[in-house]
């Protein structure tokens, strides 16, 4: 039996080399949004958050199940020395899948912006999305961080480039933007193909004939989890695709950008984490790890997350206005109580990924399907009444139910068989934090430098609070030292 600290320490370590992966497109994602809100109109930037927020729908329901079953099947074929055959036949798969999706992709781009250039570099960048998640399933898989580093690296670089010319010479062209996304994961999925030597086996997957028993098995477990996210997926995005078909421009692309930036900045701090603990988590279940062992990791992963979140409330109650003047500008602004809601929805749904792993690690996937099912036509539903009277003030409360009604859900079915236990007194400190940090927001309104001073000072006193008082950071700092 391996030992707990082996797991807790291969957690830690794996966390820390997929920070890489975030650090560098965070930082462009930034850049991306700084420039594109500085070359796009409002109303161009909500079509291009109408189309990025399609693909991230579909591309989920044709791939993101598909990359889940590499991760929970690559142990058992790993084990047989059967690896090849598994990427020619998800590959296969893959495309199949592809091809079924890219029609009805085409006609819900088409309906939205009714323009067939921008329906065909939607396609390009689909494809090619798609196929690079793919094959960073594989390197999740095998814990080939370098290979990835390098290939993120290699995207980023080229949409910064590629954005920045957008921003100095073509203003205003959505078409351009999209094809620079398209070129830069092309170039990521061309270096990850010849990086591994998966020329063979790509075309070998394109055009062999499916193995019916392992796209079965592959099939029988992601089905449930395809459902899983699409429906995930629509509640927590698809009020973008709502807005433009209820024809609603006011404080759209101001939405849509902030909820990118909050995605972008949340997600180096978050993915990492995830991406590290879901392969060690499936590989403890599998390997008969005691169940007390599991559950510690996962309990203690929601305290981090909830640890490096809190800041981020509390700068966004103190100096939210503020940050987002520089970020974005003036005709971007968003109210702040408008972005506390968008905050708290990417909160809640970052947890909901742990609160139901008890439900992934035991096959449950079509009751994960189910659940999630409910919050999107809940969501649906919701937006439907709301948008029209209230437009994205209704969007934003009806996200952050969405994501509170699947975490109720998915906690009360999942705790049989992983049951994660929170401190009370954690939860008191973290909510006292952000209360005080609202009541001086809505006390000292003066906007001085004195003032300005005073909430950096407040919001640096918290946060070094919060990390020195955090066993799990104080753990991550010592290895990052080590």
């Known amino acids: 039996m391996i030992k707990k600290t082996t797991y807790q320490d291969n957690l830690k370590r794996d966390t820390l080399k997929y920070l890489p992966v975030k650090i560098l497109p965070a930082i462009v994602g930034l850049l991306t949004i700084f420039f594109l809100t500085r070359s796009l109109s409002t109303t161009v930037y909500a079509n291009y958050s109408f189309i990025i927020a399609t693909i991230l729908i579909f591309s989920q329901l044709i791939s993101g199940w598909v990359n889940s079953a590499v991760l929970f099947f690559f142990p058992d074929y790993d084990k047989n020395g059967t690896l090849e055959r598994l990427k020619v036949d998800v590959v296969r798969l893959q495309s199949i899948l592809y091809a079924i999706g890219a029609i009805g992709f085409s006609i819900v781009i088409y309906i939205g912006l009714r323009e067939l250039t921008l329906v065909l570099c939607a396609l ?11 094959l960073y399933s594989f390197l999740q898989a095998e814990r080939r961080v370098l290979v990835q580093i390098k290939s993120t690296s290699i995207q980023s670089i080229v949409q910064l480039l590629g954005i920045f010319c957008c921003y100095l010479y073509c203003p205003n062209d959505l078409g351009f933007v999209i094809l620079v996304l398209f070129l830069s994961y092309f170039a990521a999925n061309i270096y990850v193909i010849y990086a ?40 927590a995005v698809g009020d973008r695709i709502l807005l433009k078909y209820f024809n609603v421009n006011f404080l759209a692309g101001n939405y849509a950008s902030f909820r990118d930036l909050a995605v972008g900045v949340s997600g180096f701090i978050t993915m990492p984490l995830l991406m590290a603990s879901h392969p060690i988590i499936v590989q403890m279940w ?23 979140f809190t800041p981020f409330f509390i700068a966004l109650f103190l100096l939210g206005q503020w ?16 972005m506390i809601l968008v905050l708290a929805s990417i909160f809640f749904g970052t947890v909901s990924m742990y609160l139901h792993k008890g439900l992934e690690v035991t096959g449950k996937t079509l009751v994960m399907a189910k659940m999630a099912l409910v919050t999107a036509i809940f969501s649906f539903v919701g937006n439907c009444f709301f948008i029209p009277e209230y437009g994205v003030k209704g969007v934003c409360i009806v996200a952050v139910l969405s994501q509170l009604l699947y975490c109720v859900l998915i906690y009360n079915l999942s705790r049989k068989a992983i049951c994660i ?43 070094i609070y919060l990390f020195t008082s955090s066993s799990e950071v104080r753990a991550m700092i010592k290895l990052i030292k080590a």
Request: glycine share 4%; charged share 15%.
């Open 286 to 308: 599998k390997s008969g790890a005691n169940k007390k062992e599991i559950e510690n990791v996962v309990s203690q992963n929601i305290m981090l997350l909830t640890t490096l």
């Open 196 to 235: 591994d030597k998966m020329f063979g086996l790509i075309i070998e997957g394109f055009f062999s004939q499916l193995k019916f028993e392992g796209a079965k098995k592959i099939l029988y477990y992601g089905l449930p989890i395809c459902l899983w996210f699409f429906a995930s997926q629509f509640y």
């Open 124 to 134: 390009f960048l689909l494809f090619a999305q798609t196929f690079l998640n793919l």
């Open 421 to 463: 236990k929170i401190p009370i007194l954690f939860i008191v400190k973290h909510v006292t934090f952000v209360l005080l940090a609202f009541m001086y927001s809505k006390i000292f309104i003066e906007n001085s430098i004195l003032d300005l001073v005073m909430r950096f000072v407040i919001l640096s006193c918290f946060t």
């Open 323 to 338: 940050i987002m003047n520089i970020v974005v500008g003036d005709a971007y602004l968003l109210e702040n109580y408008l």
